[in-house]
Nanobody, 126 residues
Framework: VQLQAYGGGLAQPGGSLRLSCTAS????????????MGWFRQAPGKDREFVGG????????YYADSVKGRFTMSRDNDKNTVYLQMNSLKHEDTAVYYC???WGSGTAVQFEYDAWGQGTLVTVSS
């Protein structure tokens, strides 16, 4: 499975951005709806950290405390795409954002993900 993340860019503090991640290359008999998705981020000089996750159906989402109430994940299984809507952005949200996917139930543990996108840079600056 291949993942491609896009939508990063420059935003002002308090602004918004929406990231997207499209999946392809599922084995025969499997689909995006079998794949739990997550977003992670890595700020300069820091370890990669969990941002949020969404269940296979999209009915369940969960977030890191640092983004709860500001970021929202959603997915469109018909388009093989997961989204991360980021509102009320802060300087500390500056990072490379990665989408990740795995078979089965979702998790916040990055090492349990099977596939990763290439990352998209989000810079929050005035």
């Amino acid at each position: 499975v291949q993942l491609q993340a896009y939508g990063g860019g420059l935003a002002q503090p308090g602004g918004s951005l929406r990231l997207s991640c499209t999946a392809s290359g599922f084995p025969s008999g499997f689909s995006f709806s079998s794949y739990s998705m997550g977003w992670f981020r890595q700020a300069p000089g820091k370890d990669r950290e969990f941002v949020g996750g969404i269940s296979r159906s999209g009915g369940s989402t969960y977030y890191a405390d640092s983004v709860k109430g500001r970021f929202t994940m959603s997915r469109d299984n018909d388009k093989n795409t997961v989204y991360l809507q980021m509102n009320s952005l802060k300087h500390e949200d500056t990072a490379v954002y990665y989408c990740a996917g795995r078979w089965g139930s979702g998790t916040a543990v990055q090492f349990e993900y099977d596939a990763w996108g290439q990352g998209t840079l989000v810079t929050v600056s005035s």
